[in-house]
């Protein structure tokens, strides 16, 4: 689980609470990745206390409620340790909701796809335009830089695939559950 361990190598910078934790991990990663939902980082903090990765002690405050501060425990250390000498593991298969917008209008022919395309393509433009704007207001040489960058060539082979449907649109019927393909309408 990345998120996990992504929390676990912020303990390992020391301890720390779930509101913290949650700015932390948002300033390293930058707004490219999206807000971290705080209910989520409680509920792997209580993940990874109920399996000893980090142990946990109250602090009071005098005008708030008490404070759970989290530590990194041994074991959380030897998981993240292990974790980062592991390759990524892709998930399996490939989701991608633009070829399900291609299977929907191959039912309308090979016009029906080139105007999908067309409005992805628009779309996937704009996106790089924002995302190079972005980098260009990074500071280089942190985490932040480097998820604007992946964001960015992500949007490129997302183009790349949208010109490629977009060159074969006539290529593609659809497909009835035995397999046998239809002829897309004209």
């Known amino acids: ?17 779930g ?10 990663v930058g707004p490219q990745w999206g807000g971290l939902n705080i209910g989520h980082v409680y509920q792997i903090l209580d993940r990874l206390h ?3 990765m980090v142990s946990s002690h109250t602090v009071p405050q005098e005008s708030r409620p008490d404070r759970t501060v989290y530590l990194i425990t041994s074991a959380g250390r030897s998981d993240l340790d292990q974790w980062l000498a592991k390759p990524t593991a892709r998930a399996s298969g490939y989701r991608d909701d633009f070829l399900l917008k291609v299977l929907a209008a191959a ?7 080139r105007a999908v395309c067309r409005v992805e393509h628009e779309a996937r433009q ?19 830089t480097l998820t ?32 046998d393909a239809a ?3 004209s």
């Not at 509101?19 to 390293?28: D, Q, R, S, T």
């Not at 704009?126 to 932040?144: F, I, K, N, P, V």
């Not at 695939?161 to 593609?172: C, D, I």
């Open 126 to 144: 704009t996106d790089l335009q924002l995302l190079r704007a972005s980098r260009r207001g990074q500071q280089s040489g942190t985490l932040a």
């Open 1 to 17: 689980m990345p998120l996990q361990h992504a929390v676990l190598a912020l303990l390992a910078e020391g301890p720390s609470y």
């Open 107 to 113: 039912h309308r022919g090979p016009e029906a796809i």
């Open 19 to 28: 509101y913290e934790l949650k700015a932390n991990f948002e300033k390293a």
């Open 148 to 179: 604007v960058e992946a964001a960015i060539l992500h949007t490129q082979a997302d183009l790349k695939l949208v010109e490629s449907v977009e060159a074969r649109a006539g290529e593609f019927g659809t497909t009835t559950a035995t397999g």
């Open 50 to 52: 109920r399996d000893n």
């Open 183 to 185: 002829q897309p309408a």
